[in-house]
């Protein structure tokens, strides 16, 4: 389990202009040159120029994660991505190192940067099916901005469905341009089991068109074919993985931040800009085993739930959910990914592993690789038998009774958040954090904070 990437070709900028020029399956020899002279003073320069709030990740950190999942992971069945596959301010760097680029130039340039991550991917376990969802920051015109039906989708497609295995390409590939999404049957081992992967860019209260216009038909339109999709797998009797880039629910770090008072009225940030994907979720949760998401960077986990304000199904239920930690240290964090041991016959995550690397760069001090090493081991730090639901409402009522955090489970996920830090960010809002974890609606979230209190 792979999430939140963020390639950064312009780590070394007098490459740009070469990686332009080259197809993508040219551009590891480019990147795998020495660092030109400049390297680090045109770097900071663009850094500065584009305000940026970190560094994302250059080629040797992406060579070295690919060697270590290779090394700790080689007999793996199947990768997922989770989306933002490039970096931020792509837009910025590029205008800054292009200034009189033609029409067209940044999109070609970005499908290229997509086909070259997803083809390294590829690369990395020969075969093996990748199962990738777009984030935010990929898109052909701008962060949080797409056009649903445009040519971006189709070329950014063609990249992501030669990643699936060879049946399923043809189908994805058309579903996908519609607007980034698509459902395929996933490979053996898994079996009756489907992968439905949401575009929720389109679901974002930041999304607009490429026109910067705001256009609510593309998320409606998605949670009408996720609709469709859940209702199509449940007739077949088929269990169903979601995986999108953007989770369901309330922002609690974002909420408290921005100091919204929620027991006074004010509303919560939220990461969608409705509950129609959740609530769409918990009403399928009978077919839903998994879902996986990210884009917060951090290693998290929630629980989707029925919602006491909200109207609900017969078959309403709980799914648990997922969300990846990521490869770029741009936050601070240490890069890292997951690996994860799942019952192929019943689609439950069994179990997972977050394994580290052993500095922000994964390069070590002689130029080789740095070590990858495991951060912590789910089952074996909270004690449970499996990522089900059930498992995961028993850790969050732990976390919930333990309001101080001075419990084991509430250290162990503290820690464990923010991979190789020791600032204990949570620590300060930690029931307001604990929360969010199963209480996706506004209401919901604030009735559980202000009875805390």
């Not at 935010?136 to 701008?142: I, K, V």
């Not at 797409?146 to 990643?163: E, H, I, P, T």
């Not at 469709?228 to 974002?254: C, F, N, T």
Request: glycine share 6%.
């Amino acid at each position: 389990m792979v999430s939140d990437i963020h390639f950064d070709p312009f780590h070394d900028p007098a490459l740009a202009k070469a990686l332009a020029a080259a197809p993508a399956d040219k551009w590891s020899g480019l990147l795998a040159a020495p660092a030109s002279a400049d390297q680090a003073t045109a770097f900071e320069a663009l850094q500065q120029a584009c305000h940026t709030r970190g560094v994302d990740t250059p080629y040797p950190l992406f060579s070295s994660s690919l060697q270590a999942m290779r090394a700790q992971a080689g007999e793996a069945k199947f990768m997922t991505v989770s989306g933002d596959l490039i970096a931020h301010a792509f837009t910025c760097r590029y205008a800054r190192l292009f200034p009189a680029a033609a029409p067209g130039d940044y999109e070609a340039f970005v499908v290229k940067t997509v086909d070259f991550v997803v083809g390294r991917l590829r690369a990395a376990f020969p075969g093996m099916p990748a199962y990738v969802a777009l984030g935010n920051n990929d898109s052909g015109c701008g962060d949080y901005k797409l056009d649903a039906d445009g040519a971006f989708l189709g070329g950014a497609g063609k990249a992501v469905a030669a990643a699936l295995p060879s049946s399923q390409r043809l189908a994805a590939l058309k579903q996908f341009a519609a607007g980034g999404y698509y459902s395929v049957r996933m490979a053996a081992p898994m079996r009756r089991t489907r992968l439905i992967v949401v575009n929720d860019l389109l679901m974002s209260p930041k999304y607009t068109t490429c026109a910067d216009k705001k256009d609510p038909a593309p998320a409606d339109a998605e949670v009408a074919w996720l609709s469709r999709q859940l209702d199509q797998a449940y007739a077949a009797g088929e269990k169903v993985w979601v995986m999108g880039h953007i989770p369901p629910g309330i922002d609690p770090y974002s909420t408290v931040a921005k100091m919204r008072n929620v027991c006074a009225g004010k509303t919560p940030s939220e990461f969608l800009a409705d509950d129609k994907m959740a609530d769409l979720l918990v009403d399928h949760a009978a077919e839903i085993k998994l879902g996986i998401f990210a884009h917060t960077h951090m290693d998290e986990l929630r629980l989707l739930r029925p919602q006491a304000d909200a109207a609900a199904s017969a078959a309403a239920g709980e799914v648990a959910i997922k969300l990846v930690p990521s490869i770029s240290p741009v936050d601070g964090n240490i890069p890292s990914f997951t690996i994860a041991q799942v019952n192929p016959a019943t689609a439950v995550l069994a179990d997972y592993e977050v394994v580290k690397a052993a500095n922000k760069t994964g390069v070590g001090e002689s130029g080789a690789d740095a070590p990858w090493t495991p951060e912590y081991d789910y089952a074996t730090t909270y004690h449970q038998t499996e990522f089900s639901p059930a498992d995961v409402k028993s850790l969050i009522a732990g976390f919930t009774a333990d309001k101080d955090a001075k419990a084991d489970a509430s250290q162990a996920y503290i820690r464990n958040y923010f991979i190789g830090d020791v600032s204990r960010e949570l620590t300060p809002f930690w029931p307001e954090y604990v929360c969010a974890l199963d209480n996706y609606g506004a209401k919901g979230f604030a009735a559980c904070v202000c009875a805390a209190k």
